[in-house]
């Protein structure tokens, strides 16, 4: 799977208005356990692949935790990493379906279902 990396809100804004297809924005960071976690079991399960192939995968890495870190975590009110965030082709969120946390690769996949992909 290939993340595209996105730093700040602008460059998410633009992405979601260029996209043409779902979204996914997973939320990342170096000390992150859970992360690496959804790095290493979840996002590399082949079926997992199957499910985002369709999709714009982007991911913000907020390690630094600097100003433009902050801004992307503040717009969806996130306290830190792990968070996926999904929208649909028109670049609205997906409300009710963010995954929060580690998840396997099966219960991924029902978090996948339930945004549609």
């Known amino acids: 799977m290939s993340f595209r990396k996105i730093s700040t809100v602008t460059e998410l ?28 079991f979840t996002f590399t399960d082949t079926r997992v692949q199957a499910k985002l192939a369709g999709a714009l995968l ?22 830190g990493p792990p968070g996926t ?13 963010r995954v929060i946390g580690f998840q396997d690769a099966d219960r991924f996949l029902q978090s996948l279902q339930a945004a549609g992909l």
């Open 13 to 40: 804004d633009d992405a979601l208005r260029s996209a043409g297809r779902p979204v996914m924005l997973d939320f990342y960071a170096d000390w992150c356990v859970s992360c690496k976690e959804m790095e290493r």
């Open 58 to 79: 982007l991911k913000a890495d907020v390690t630094a935790n600097n100003a433009g870190d902050r801004e992307l975590l503040k717009r969806f009110k996130l306290f």
């Open 85 to 97: 965030i999904f929208f649909d082709a028109k670049g609205e969120e997906l409300t009710g379906v």
